[in-house]
């Protein structure tokens, strides 16, 4: 059981929007800011959002985070084929003193 | 662009010990914190532990505290895994990470993976 809280699968057409949450508690996204990745089948995951809803350069617009309380939440909108993936949160846990991640949501672009 | 290469697959036997390389280039290796990241079948992604380029300061998480050594050799920009007592749980894909572009947790590039088979 991960610390952090994923759905297992989401599945959206092309165009729409998905939302993809991460809970957690307040030792962890509580008191912390939460990081999301990306991971195509096969390769290494790639940072997507840091400080809960920053985007590194490159980064689409359209890829979105924002943390309330102990939840985070990333969007997707005007998805795409190519954005077939899994997507992991993560932050720090203060009470585990490690960095956690949740086990991740596999996205289906319908 | 910045890149981490890590070693090729290993496949150990339960009891043995692995060591794993990440050699990074085009970035300078002293200015960061290197990570661990496991990620096994059907399970989160696990932090391990990171280690300072600069200095050789370690912290290991405590799940994998008594088992794992993380080393650096700055004149080959390269740090190094070892991971000992190993059993079939310890079966997965192994990931070098940097941090420190965005926060010390926030992992902005990764090499390419090593897979680890254990087996008895």
């Known amino acids: 059981q991960s610390v952090l809280t994923q759905p297992p699968s989401l599945s959206a057409a092309p165009g729409q929007k998905v939302s993809i949450s991460c809970s957690g508690s307040n030792s962890n996204i509580g008191k912390n800011s939460v990081s999301w990745y990306q991971q195509f089948s096969g390769t290494a995951p790639t940072l997507l959002i840091y400080d809960s809803h920053r985007r590194p350069s490159g980064i689409p617009d359209r890829f979105s985070g924002s943390k309330s309380g102990t939840s985070a939440t990333l969007d997707i909108t005007g998805l795409q084929t190519g954005d077939e993936a899994d997507y992991f949160c993560?932050?720090?846990?203060?009470?585990?003193?490690?960095?956690?991640f949740g086990r991740g949501t596999k996205l289906t672009v319908l | 662009q910045m890149q981490l290469v890590q070693s090729g697959a290993e496949v150990k036997k339960t009891g043995s010990s692995v060591k794993l390389s990440c050699k990074a280039s085009?970035?300078?290796?002293?200015?960061?914190?290197l990570h661990w990241v496991r990620q096994a079948p059907g399970h989160a992604l696990e932090w391990m532990g990171w280690i300072t380029t600069v200095t050789g300061d370690t912290n290991y998480s405590q799940t994998f505290q008594d088992r794992v050594s993380i080393t650096r050799d700055r004149s080959m920009s390269t740090a190094y895994l070892e991971l000992s007592s190993l059993r079939s749980e310890d079966t997965g894909m192994y990931y070098c990470?940097?941090?420190?572009?965005?926060?010390?947790?926030?992992?902005?590039?990764w090499g390419q993976g090593t897979p680890v088979t254990v087996s008895s």
């Open positions: 990470a940097r941090s420190g572009s965005y926060g010390d947790y926030v992992f902005d590039s």
């Open positions: 085009r970035f300078t290796f002293t200015q960061r914190r």
């Open positions: 993560g932050t720090w846990d203060d009470g585990l003193s490690a960095a956690v």
